[in-house]
Each structure stands twice: as C-alpha cells, then as structure tokens.
Nanobody, 120 residues
Framework: QVQLVESGGGLVQPGGSLRLSCAAS????????MGWYRQAPGKQRELVAA???????NYADSVKGRFTISRDKAKNTVYLQMNSLKLEDTAVYYC??????????????WGQGTQVTVSS
C-alpha cells in the first residue's frame, strides 16, 4: 500500500521561513504530478503549488515569489520551501501525489496534513 507522510509544519513568526516535506512510500511504480494544498479555517482547500514529473511548476498567485516547490525523484519526496510567511498563510497543508502502483493502477493520494501557523 502507498502512503504519503508529511513533516515540517509548526509555528513561525511573520517573515519567517518553514520547509515542508512529503515522502511517498509503499508499492510505487511511478509518480506523476505532486503538489501542496492548504485549507484555512472557514475556507475551501486551495492549490498552493504543484510540480510535474518533468519539473514544470505552478503556483498560486498568493505565494508566487515566496514559496518554492521541488521534488527528489530518487527519494519520492516533494518539498515546499516557504519564505516571507504571512499571517494569511496559516492553514493545514496537505501534499498529494498522482501515483501509479503498477503500469495500469493509478490513484491520487493525500498526506495527513501538517499545521502551519504564522503568528507574532
């Protein structure tokens, strides 16, 4: 079975930085796009950043220039470097990945979520 395990969340002051990690493990044939989503209280889940297997990235306008998504294919891990954090970045962050457990078995997996709190 496949699972995504997140780490790196926590409490940080405005303007600070945090790095999130998400590692996929289990029966994995290949991994397609990977991404980070977040959900703040009272709001819908939104895409923060995504990266394709080819390295193409996509960011929400609210985080452009501040966040950087990257992946290590050898480690089946995706990262989210968050700089210049703002109060409005406070949310539960979830990673996800489009994973092939075989050449034909494909499914989207989600991490358990990690809390990021930006507060002074």
């Amino acid at each position: 079975q496949v699972q995504l395990v997140e780490s790196g969340g926590g409490l940080v002051q405005p303007g600070g930085s945090l790095r999130l990690s998400c590692a996929a493990s289990g029966s994995i044939f290949s991994i397609g796009p990977m991404g980070w989503y977040r959900q703040a209280p009272g709001k819908q889940r939104e895409l923060v950043a995504a990266v394709t297997s080819g390295g193409t990235t996509n960011y929400a306008d609210s985080v452009k220039g501040r966040f950087t998504i990257s992946r290590d294919k050898a480690k089946n891990t995706v990262y989210l470097q968050m700089n210049s954090l703002k109060l409005e970045d406070t949310a539960v962050y979830y990673c996800n990945a489009d994973i092939f457990s075989s050449s034909w078995q494909r499914r989207v997996y989600w991490g358990q979520g990690t809390q990021v709190t930006v507060s002074s």
